[in-house]
């Protein structure tokens, strides 16, 4: 859906937000319950804008940019900045964790963190397998770039590592098990020297189990998802609302980590339903069309992985692979041009891997400690919800 079917006027998103949340100002009997209701509202109803606004601007970017690394790494941001600004409402709003229903909504809320975390260090491992297929390109630039002349050997040298490379990109249940041989979790930072022995790795212990599944999880996270009642709204003052849209945010932002980066037992088939009233909705269901679309186009159904960074190795290896197929020996001037111009294209995609996985593993690494972080906060925020300061 393009960025123009679902814009509209900041008023008419605003007034949106405030049909679902004026349900509660029934409930308010004096002058100065109204002030406070006043307030409460306004902030609600500034997150939810603000939640709008951010997704609006992820939304807007146009193909050649959905599911890119810079464009995952926005996402991360987005789901940062609407995490701390849904602590802060919470922060506010002690007095109402342990009330009905609002105990058991952020109960279920903390539940779905704890399983997003296991998608964050299943994300972390594909990261790594990214940065294994990032090291076949290096062997290959080593073997053909940059030399005055180009013989058997290196060409020899640079097959082996195209088929290795192809053999990691493999998409199958087991490729993470196989491929990604990282073993620490985010807690850890040991980090295996050897990189030559496959079983090596095995014998060490794994991010996730090799029973893991991306896509149960995902299922899990979303399972009973739905938009709060009238009676919730006006029991929660509001705050159920806010407790289903992070709810949503956390949802859609594991969904697509598992879309774009390789994890074991992928699968994007997950229900996601958001009832188009919410502000930010309609930005957030085109996102997820959009790239439910991509997953769907006929180069990308067996991908590892949707990242365009992904599909970019697999084109210039692919090419590659064509060529050093097709020489021979000794090299005309014609065909060392050609296979010269196709390091150049092998190069550029990796400087362009090179320069983002780092920052992007860093960024995974941030949400799992602020998921952690808050959901300590506020389990205690909850257990002393009738105890205020």
């Known amino acids: 859906m393009p960025a123009t079917d679902y814009q509209g006027s900041s008023s008419s998103l605003s007034n ?3 049909s679902i949340l004026s349900i509660r100002r029934d409930q308010v009997h004096s002058m100065e319950t109204i002030h406070d209701s006043t307030s409460q509202e306004f902030e609600l109803e500034s997150f939810q804008r603000q939640v709008a606004d951010q997704f609006y601007d992820l939304s807007s970017i146009g193909s050649d940019g959905l599911l890119s690394i810079s464009w995952i790494r926005k996402l991360l941001d987005v789901f940062l900045c609407c995490h701390e600004e849904f602590r802060m409402v ?17 109960s279920e809320f903390f539940e779905r963190n704890v399983k997003a975390l296991d998608v964050c260090n299943a994300i972390r491992d594909g990261v790594e397998q990214i940065r294994q297929w990032q090291k076949q390109l290096e062997i290959v630039l080593c073997a053909l770039d940059n030399q005055r002349s180009l013989g058997e050997g290196q060409f020899r040298r ?12 493999l998409d199958d ?27 090596h790795f095995r014998s060490l212990s794994w991010s996730v189990s090799r029973s893991w599944s991306a896509a149960r999880q995902l299922q899990a996270i979303g399972a009973n998802l739905a938009a709060p009642k009238t009676n919730e709204i006006a029991a929660t003052n509001g705050l159920a609302v806010a407790v289903f849209t992070m709810n949503c945010v956390l949802f859609f932002v594991m969904w697509a980590l ?12 997950t229900h996601f339903y958001i009832p188009r009233q919410f502000v930010w909705a309609v930005p957030m269901l085109s996102l997820h069309e959009r790239i439910l679309e991509e997953s769907k186009k006929r180069e990308r159904r067996n991908a590892c992985g949707l990242l365009k960074e992904i599909h970019q190795i697999q084109i210039c290896a692919r ?8 020489v021979q020996f000794p090299l005309t001037a014609v065909k060392e041009g050609e296979v010269r111009q196709r390091v150049q294209e ?33 389990l205690d925020l909850f257990s002393r919800g009738n105890h205020p300061e």
């Open 319 to 326: 090419h590659m692979n064509e060529l050093t197929d097709s």
């Open 173 to 199: 249940k087991e490729s993470n098990a196989n491929v990604a041989h990282r073993n620490r979790s985010f807690g850890r930072t040991n980090i295996p020297k050897d990189n030559r022995s496959l079983g």
């Open 158 to 169: 640079s097959k082996k590592a195209l088929i290795d490379l192809a053999i990691g990109m």
């Open 346 to 378: 092998l190069r550029q995609v990796f400087e362009a891997v090179k320069d983002e996985l780092d920052p992007l593993e860093r960024q995974v690494r941030e949400v799992f400690h602020r998921i952690v972080r808050s959901r300590t906060e506020g």
């Open 258 to 269: 598992v879309a774009a980066i390789p994890c074991q037992d992928r699968g994007l088939q």
């Open 16 to 18: 949106l937000g405030r």
């Open 90 to 106: 919470l922060f506010k709003n002690k007095p109402y964790m342990n009330r009905a229903p609002m105990d058991r909504l952020l």
